[in-house]
């Protein structure tokens, strides 16, 4: 929604002239609280509709994310790691920006455009939530953004935006992940189950991210989000374990190169037919295990052999280092 703003506001267009669409509605409380505190009108567009458009511009997603109801856009913004599979007049695609907010940011200065405090607050609150104020994936760029629109936005309205982030439903998935879950190595993994909206399992991840003793490998450069396309479970997982069940992730890993948040979807059917049917522990065992075993394939040379760790463990083996564990 912020980024709609700004693209808006680049093309000096109005909400008359240029329609804020999406094919569903927001969810996540935080971006319903943002909608109706800052008035933000999006309307909800389904994919017959769209023939009606004279041109369509796509914002903090790439159409790939839709299946099959896009295949050409005139234009693309995006922060997240290139996508094939379909064509654009225009791209702008930064997988090193930590928010599309930040690229919106440079362009509405290049175009001296006049900034409004509605379209700063939005913009701020999205770079501050994209990168978990500046503790994930943000670089010298997203503090720059945010340095320029912090005096033009409304600082108290964001702090009423913020307060919806917590709620009981998502409390219950933490707490569900804290009961379920294990740590070993930084690498924390739970299986929360079935869960009635998506928004709980990248809440989840970005939750148990904040852990003292978990973090982001720098030789992976990206986190994984594994979730299933029929339930939820919330996963850090190497993009090449998620790959081989045939990842359906609408948003793939980005390159070695760049660090990106990511996700991976793998098909509950995929994982089922590579592992078997798994009970709930067993499942946090086998990605668990998988997670560390790549890890360990591309630990520094020598780094292991200090360590003493081996490359696969056994499920009997990671449940013996569980009593060791910060949060066992």
Do not use: W
């Not at 903090?60 to 007049?89: K, N, T």
């Not at 450069?221 to 069940?245: E, N």
């Not at 660090?259 to 009970?279: E, Y």
């Not at 056994?314 to 060791?324: E, F, I």
Request: a neutral charge; one cysteine or more; glycine letters at 4%.
């Amino acid at each position: 929604m912020a980024s709609g703003l700004a693209l808006r506001n680049v093309l000096r267009r109005t909400k008359q002239t240029a329609v804020i669409g999406a094919l569903q509605g927001a969810t996540r409380p935080e971006n319903l609280r943002m909608q109706n505190l800052l008035d933000i009108q999006v309307e909800i567009i389904t994919a017959d509709q769209l023939a009606g458009f004279d041109r369509i511009a796509m914002v903090d997603v790439q159409p790939h994310y839709f299946g099959e109801a896009f295949h050409r856009v005139d234009l693309v913004i995006d922060h997240h790691p290139e996508q094939a599979g379909y064509s654009a007049v225009f791209k702008d695609i930064r997988p090193n920006y930590g928010s599309t907010s930040t690229i919106l940011t440079e362009h509405l200065r290049a175009v001296d455009a006049n900034i409004s405090e509605r379209t700063a607050t939005a913009m701020l609150y999205a770079i501050k939530s994209d990168t978990l104020f500046f503790n994930r994936q943000a670089n010298r760029v997203d503090l720059e953004a945010f340095s320029y629109l912090y005096p033009l936005a409304d600082a108290a309205m964001i702090r009423k935006m913020e307060g919806a982030e917590i709620t009981m439903d998502r409390l219950e998935y933490v707490l569900k992940a804290k009961q379920n879950g294990r740590m070993v190595e930084q690498v924390f993994c739970s299986f929360i189950g079935a869960s009635p909206r998506e928004d709980f399992i990248p809440y989840v991840a970005d939750f148990y991210l904040q852990l003292e003793d978990v973090q982001v490998d720098d030789r992976l450069r990206h986190r994984q989000r594994l979730a299933r396309d029929v339930g939820a479970q919330s996963r850090l997982l190497a993009q090449r374990r998620a790959s081989s069940c045939g990842s359906t992730s609408p948003t793939s890993a980005a390159p070695a190169a760049t660090a990106s948040m990511a996700k991976a979807v793998v098909p509950l059917r995929a994982f089922r037919d590579k592992f078997g049917n798994l009970q709930a522990d067993q499942f946090t065992d086998k990605v668990l295990a998988l997670a560390l075993e790549f890890l360990h394939e591309h630990q520094p040379l020598g780094q292991a052999a200090r360590q003493g760790v081996t490359s696969r463990r056994s499920a009997g083996d990671l449940r013996s280092r569980q009593a060791t564990s910060p949060t066992a």
